[in-house]
């Protein structure tokens, strides 16, 4: 049976937001019983983001595999939100150009009074901090039950979403994330508009050039 909470705070929480080592672990057995799809291909090449405020609408959360091209899975945790808006948002990656060394395409959007918006978002990640705080969250029910058309589009797909109880997942009605720093694998929206979008490429990389 799943655990229900009103709201529920949760501060620099990491990875798949959850309270314990045995929903990792849940995760981890799902993996070794091959119980996950690996049906998402990526570039192979992490990115980061960081967000002051992100307010999102029918959120989920449950483990995937994204994989390369060259056929190597990494094992990541989806966020999905029907409907998310995000305030001063930044995504940065490093990019090797040989012999003009490391360079960082960084953008910026929502730093203005219209913040971004974006509906069926979901964000592949391995890693997540963050101030947090949920609504009416269950914890540890089958990923083949998760509501929302944010996890249709990934049944539909087949990017992920394990059945059966091996397939541990997590949802709520809404949840208020601030402060967020999260290390990426890909990201995907059904529309996104990115108001007050700034784009930049900057020599060099770490901190103080990419997002964090």
């Known amino acids: 049976m799943s655990q229900s909470y009103g709201k529920?705070?949760?501060k620099r929480f990491a990875l798949v937001?959850?309270?314990s080592v045995a929903a990792t672990a849940a995760i981890g057995v799902s993996l070794a019983n091959s119980a996950l799809a690996a049906s998402f291909s990526i570039s192979g090449q992490q990115f980061k983001v960081t967000v002051q405020d992100l307010q999102g609408e029918n959120f989920s959360q449950f483990g995937g595999v994204d994989v390369e091209?060259?056929?190597t899975p990494h094992p990541v945790a989806i966020s999905a939100f029907d409907h998310a808006q995000l305030r001063n948002m930044c995504q940065s990656v490093v990019t090797n150009l040989g012999p003009l060394g490391k360079w960082t395409l960084v953008l910026n959007?929502?730093?203005?009074?219209?913040?971004?918006?974006?509906?069926?978002?979901l964000i592949d990640m391995n890693q997540l901090n963050a101030?947090?705080?949920?609504?009416?969250i269950n914890i540890g029910q089958d990923a083949s039950t998760l509501p929302g058309s944010a996890a249709d589009v990934v049944r539909k797909s087949k990017k992920g979403l394990p059945t059966g109880a091996q397939g541990f997942a997590q949802a709520a009605e809404s949840a208020h994330l601030t402060n967020v720093q999260q290390q990426a694998w890909a990201t995907s929206a059904g529309t996104f508009t990115l108001n007050g979008l700034k784009l930049n490429l900057v020599?060099?990389?770490g901190a103080g050039v990419e997002c964090y």
Do not use: C, H, I, Y
Not at 109 to 121: H, R, S
Not at 131 to 136: H, S
């Open 17 to 19: 937001m959850v309270p």
């Open 109 to 121: 959007a929502g730093q203005g009074e219209k913040a971004v918006d974006a509906k069926n978002l």
């Open 131 to 136: 101030d947090a705080e949920f609504t009416n």
């Open 69 to 71: 091209a060259n056929g």
């Open 203 to 205: 020599s060099g990389s």
């Open 8 to 10: 529920t705070r949760w």
